[in-house]
């Protein structure tokens, strides 16, 4: 079913964009909020204890421990794990998109032998047309 979201866009009040993103089903920010939320949680917990709770020495020993690691990350190519992540997205939207059924050619195909505008030939057109769909759907979810 179909969301009509153009009356909250319509009303210009200026919370309608958080508003719209608190009610799209297919938000990004619905499926990371719980992810997001424990990041922030640990994020912010250990940034007080750091500088709250620790005493002098244990921030310095923190200090060491960062800065050791910072020159360790280094080693890894940020760039190529990047590339690497963006080749695997691309190819997985590309198979996804050479494996989408397209009927276009089979329905110009079988309007061109079919011709007439009477009520039978275009039910027998429609009828073929849903056939081919029902089966490009079955062999589709076979292969899935």
Not at 9 to 30: A, C, D, N, Q
Request: charged fraction near 20%; glycine fraction near 2%.
């Amino acid at each position: 079913m179909t969301v009509n979201y153009q009356l909250d866009v319509s009303s210009g009040h200026p919370l309608t964009f958080l508003k719209l993103l608190s009610r799209w089903r297919g938000s990004i920010w619905k499926s990371v909020f719980w992810e997001l939320a424990v990041w922030l949680v640990l994020y912010y917990s250990i940034y007080a204890a750091y500088h709250f709770l620790l005493p002098m020495e244990n921030k310095r020993i923190f200090d060491e421990i960062s800065i050791h690691l910072d020159d360790r990350i280094k080693y890894i190519p940020l760039t190529f794990l990047l590339g690497f992540f963006v080749t695997t997205v691309f190819e997985r939207w590309r198979s996804a998109l050479n494996v989408m059924p397209f009927i276009e050619s089979c329905a110009f195909t079988v309007a061109a032998l079919i011709p007439g505008k009477t009520e039978e030939d275009r039910l027998y057109r429609r009828s073929i047309i849903r056939y081919v769909i029902l089966h490009q759907n079955r062999c589709h979810l076979n292969n899935v």
